[in-house]
């Protein structure tokens, strides 16, 4: 489904200060327990009934947009890249369309700027990033593109703040390598990246498919956070239902010999959620990329000016998505 943005916050102003708690808390770390809605219960000092029809009703609702495990592209043995394509206006949506069906395809935004397309694509270990989009972007139809892929992660972490939790997620620390993936790994994987059912036993359903007890899955999911394959098991929110109806990407032209020094402190600023050292381009001069999330256009212009005092940088550029094409989790393991 496309989404054309809006500055409306007609939906964050439905949610009770209960619901904020709740939506705060299940971004920070959902419980990987049995029975997860009692242990959220306790934190929040409510039933574990009202927890989960709350939850219910959230979601329902399009404000929580996805519970489940957050792998690590690189650590499971995939090669992703932000690509950049200019396309005309006119065939955008078919063209989106086209990139929207392959399954590394997890974002896809039309952004104001010549290059107006721009989506995220992840390919499995063993295949070239590079070939995979020259035969993707053929086939839609896309002459003039950029891939992009990250040379330095200074952060990576979507963390909406809807109430007043001070809690940051719990992710692992970064390996500098994980150990490979095991076919049953695999299987877990391919079964564990499905969005959480909301019942009372959710990892239930997931355990009858591998052929596990509950006690086997939720014992590999600490496994996989421990080897680096999974960063958290978290909720990640539609973010203009919640109230973030602005989303600007805003890129960097640092010098090289800054780049380390100014990606530590863009990223450090809460309101950036994402944060990386990309290659430039003849056309393309920009090397740092901060991912703003903000209430408005002004939030996140402001939040700009403040980072740009911070590294003492410039000259950037402020890319407002202005469509959703495609938003979702990258399906691993599926071809």
């Known amino acids: 489904m496309i989404r054309r943005f809006t500055d409306s916050l007609v939906w964050e102003c439905r949610l009770d200060e209960t619901d904020r708690k709740i939506l705060d808390e299940m971004q920070v770390a959902f419980p990987m327990e049995r029975r997860p ?10 039933p574990s009934g009202e927890v989960l029809e709350r939850v219910r009703r959230l979601k329902e609702e399009g404000i929580i947009r996805q519970t489940s495990p957050i792998f690590d592209t ?32 997890s974002h896809n935004y039309e952004r104001d700027h010549r290059f107006n397309l721009w989506f995220t694509i992840a390919v499995p270990p063993g295949e070239s990033l590079e070939e995979e989009v020259a035969r993707l972007t053929e086939r839609a139809g896309i002459r003039e593109y950029r891939i992009l892929p990250a040379i330095r992660v200074f952060k990576i ?24 993936l095991s076919e049953r790994d695999r299987k877990f994987v391919r079964v564990l ?45 539609h973010h203009r239902k919640a109230g973030f109806t602005a989303n600007g990407m805003v890129c960097w032209r640092v010098p090289e010999e800054h780049i380390e020094e100014a990606g530590r402190k863009a990223a450090a600023f809460p309101e950036v959620s994402h944060c990386y050292q990309r290659p430039t381009c003849p056309d393309w001069p920009y ?33 407002y998505s202005t469509r959703e094409f495609k938003k979702e989790r990258v399906k691993y393991f599926v071809k």
């Open 287 to 319: 090397n740092l990329f901060t991912m703003i999330h903000g209430r408005s256009k002004v939030e996140c212009e402001e939040t700009a000016r403040c980072i740009s005092e911070a590294i003492g940088v410039k000259d950037y550029v402020i890319l």
């Open 193 to 237: 990246q499905d969005d959480l059912p909301w019942m009372e036993e959710p990892f239930a359903p997931a355990a009858e498919r591998l052929g596990a007890t509950q006690e086997e899955v939720l014992a590999w999911l600490d496994l996989a956070r421990e080897n680096g394959w999974m960063r958290r098991f978290a909720a990640v929110l």
């Open 37 to 46: 809605w009692e242990v959220l219960g306790k934190r929040l000092g409510m």
């Open 157 to 180: 972490g979507v963390r909406l703040k809807i109430g007043d939790s001070g809690r940051t997620p719990e992710t692992s620390p970064r390996r500098k390598s994980s150990p490979p």
């Open 74 to 105: 690189r650590a499971l043995g995939y090669s992703s890249g932000l690509v950049a394509a200019s396309v005309p206006s006119e065939r955008i949506e078919e063209i989106a369309a086209v990139l929207n069906e392959h399954p590394g395809v």
